[in-house]
C-alpha cells in the first residue's frame, strides 16, 4: 500500500516568508509525527498528533512553528517568518496509533532559507 | 548530555568484516528501543526492534542490557550494501508520547 507522503520534497524560499509543509500519512494510521534533520544534526522530534488527543508540542523550537492536522489524516506544519537555522529535511512519520509501535517516515521536505 | 549518545564514526571495513556499534541512553524509564538505517538523502527505515534478550535477523543482531542503558548493532560478513548511517532510537518513559529520540547516528562505510 501506499506509505506516508510528503510534499513539496524540496522547497526553497527568502528569509522572512512563511512556508506551508505537508504530511499525507499511512491510512489509517492515527498517530502522526514530524520531526526535523538539520545538517550535521541528529533528528529531533517536533510536535505529534493522536487521533482526537491535543498535540504535543513540547519539541517545537519556537513560536513561528506551528502545526494542523485536519479530520485525523492530513498534516500541515507551518513555518512563519522563516530564518536560516531553519533549513533543515522535515520528515513526517506516521504509526498505527498505540505507542511503542513502528514509525514509517515519509521522504521528507528539504527547506531551504536563503 | 544527548539523551542517546552513538560513536559518529565513519567506521570504515572491507567486505566481509564483522562490525559491531554500540549506544547508551541517559533515560532509564526509556522502555522500546530500535536500530534504524538511513541511506544518503532518503528516510530513516527501521532496521530492527532491540529486546533485552537478544535478537538476530540474517547478519543483523541486536542487543540491549537495560541496567548499562547500553544498545548494540553486530553486522555479519559485511556487504557494499550495508554502508549507511545507522540510527540508535530510543522511545517511551514517564510522560512520552511515543516520540523517539534519535542518536546522531554512526556512518558505515563497507569497501570492497
Known amino acids: 500500500g501506499a506509505g506516508v507522503s510528503q510534499s513539496p520534497s524540496n522547497k526553497v524560499t527568502e528569509k522572512g516568508k512563511d512556508v506551508e509543509l505537508r504530511c499525507d500519512p499511512i491510512?489509517?494510521?492515527?498517530?502522526l509525527y514530524w520531526y526535523r534533520q538539520s545538517l550535521g544534526q541528529g533528528l529531533e522530534f517536533l510536535i505529534y498528533?493522536?487521533?482526537?488527543?491535543?498535540?504535543?508540542k513540547s519539541g517545537l523550537p519556537s513560536d513561528r512553528f506551528s502545526a494542523e492536522r485536519t479530520g485525523g489524516s492530513v498534516s500541515t506544519l507551518t513555518i512563519q517568518r522563516t530564518q536560516q537555522e531553519d533549513s533543515a529535511v522535515y520528515l513526517c512519520?506516521?504509526?498505527?496509533?498505540?505507542?511503542?509501535?513502528?514509525?514509517?517516515f515519509g521522504p521528507g521536505t528539504r527547506l531551504l532559507v536563503l | 548530555r544527548k539523551e542517546v549518545e552513538q560513536d559518529p564514526g565513519p567506521f570504515n571495513v572491507p567486505e566481509g568484516a564483522t562490525v559491531a556499534f554500540n549506544c547508551t541512553y541517559s533515560?532509564?524509564?526509556?522502555?522500546?528501543f530500535f536500530w534504524y538505517r538511513q541511506d544518503c538523502r532518503k528516510e530513516p527505515k527501521l532496521l530492527m526492534s532491540?529486546?533485552?534478550s537478544g535478537n538476530e535477523d540474517g547478519r543483523f543482531t541486536a542487543q540491549l542490557n537495560r541496567a548499562s542503558q547500553y544498545i548494540s548493532l553486530l553486522i555479519r560478513d559485511s556487504k557494499l550494501s550495508d554502508s549507511a548511517t545507522y540510527l540508535c532510537?530510543?522511545?517511551?518513559?514517564?510522560?512520552?508520547?511515543?516520540?523517539?529520540?534519535f542518536g546522531q547516528g554512526t556512518t558505515l562505510q563497507v569497501k570492497p
Open positions: 498528533f493522536q487521533g482526537n488527543s491535543a498535540p504535543d
Open positions: 512519520a506516521s504509526s498505527p496509533g498505540r505507542h511503542q509501535e513502528t514509525q514509517y
Open positions: 491510512s489509517g494510521h492515527t498517530a
Open positions: 532510537v530510543v522511545q517511551g518513559g514517564s510522560g512520552n508520547t511515543g516520540k523517539l529520540i
Open positions: 533515560n532509564s524509564a526509556s522502555q522500546s
Open positions: 532491540v529486546y533485552s
